[in-house]
């Protein structure tokens, strides 16, 4: 039963049940039904769709549209104004019990358990990533950046901190719930990539409290208030670091370096099935 549950058809199934869960903020004239609407949107992003209008324009045709709501199990489909006007006015948290859902049928068939590495640890990698921009269409969460050489003219665009649980071995990956960057009603100063991961870590703590997390993150993430909340949380991390944001530990890397104060950590890597390739690595290291 949990190998069924995975399958292809078996989580867009499950993710249906739980998109029936999602709290409908419209009274009356209800024509689609919440869990069909969610269910095309996942539908337009599976397949890639470079537009909503694309998508509908496929769904239109007799036999895509008859595949694809067999597939999702939708029952119909909305006109691109109704899609807008049903999802816009949704909270977004009210999504993030999918995610934990399929995360939990993994836990459930032992698939989780292959994506553990030194010891029991669960690479989990955060990064910022943009999503929309314009220089005429906004709302108010929209981040708001000045076009450079231009004192009146702006771009409106949206951003969020994606969360997916990673392996060097697979090249599958498991996304967590995301943390959007926005900014609320009235606000003037941008929220930012470090505001965003502080309220992940923050709900990702109070969702999965006994998992044993080992955040990845990019060199803005190497600064201490980040790291307090990385202790806080009770998460362990590997962070980047480049040279020209951490140029005085770059400085005292080579100091203690040049006095032997270093250890160093040789690996052999073999590549290739019938030709095979030798690669041997060496990392210098501080404690």
């Known amino acids: 039963m949990i190998r069924k549950h995975l399958s292809t058809s078996g989580i867009y199934q499950l993710l249906n049940k739980s998109f029936e869960r999602v709290e409908d903020h419209r009274n009356k004239n209800i024509n689609y039904k919440i869990q069909d609407v969610l269910s095309a949107g996942l539908a337009l992003f599976t397949f890639k769709y470079s537009s909503l209008s694309s998508f509908l324009e496929a769904t239109s045709d007799m036999q895509i549209g008859s595949n694809i709501k067999d597939l999702f199990k939708i029952k119909n489909i909305p006109s691109d104004t109704q899609f807008r006007d049903i999802l816009d006015p949704l909270n977004y948290e009210q999504l993030r019990r999918p995610f934990d859902e399929i995360l939990r049928e993994m836990q459930r068939g032992r698939e989780l358990e292959k994506f553990t590495v030194l010891g029991g640890l669960y690479p989990i990698s955060l990064d910022g990533t943009g999503y929309y921009s314009s220089s005429k269409v906004r709302c108010p969460c929209c981040l708001k950046k000045k076009i450079k050489g231009k004192d009146d003219e702006f771009i409106y665009h949206h951003q969020m901190l ?12 498991i996304p967590l719930f995301p943390e959007p960057i926005k900014n609320g ?33 990019d060199s803005l993430a190497s600064n201490a208030p980040h790291i307090e909340a990385l202790n806080q949380y009770d998460c362990r991390y590997i962070l980047g670091a480049k040279e020209d944001d951490h140029k005085y530990l770059f400085e005292q890397f080579e100091i203690n370096s040049k006095n032997d104060l270093t250890g160093k950590h040789e690996a052999t890597i073999y590549t290739g099935e019938k030709v095979r390739k030798k690669t041997t690595r060496t990392y210098e290291y501080i404690n």
């Open 185 to 217: 009603d009235g606000e003037k100063k941008n929220d930012c990539e470090r505001n965003s991961s502080k309220r992940w870590l923050k709900n990702f703590r109070s969702h999965h409290s006994k998992m044993r997390a080992l955040i990845i993150e």
């Open 162 to 173: 994606g969360a997916a649980i990673t392996h060097p071995d697979h090249k599958q990956v």
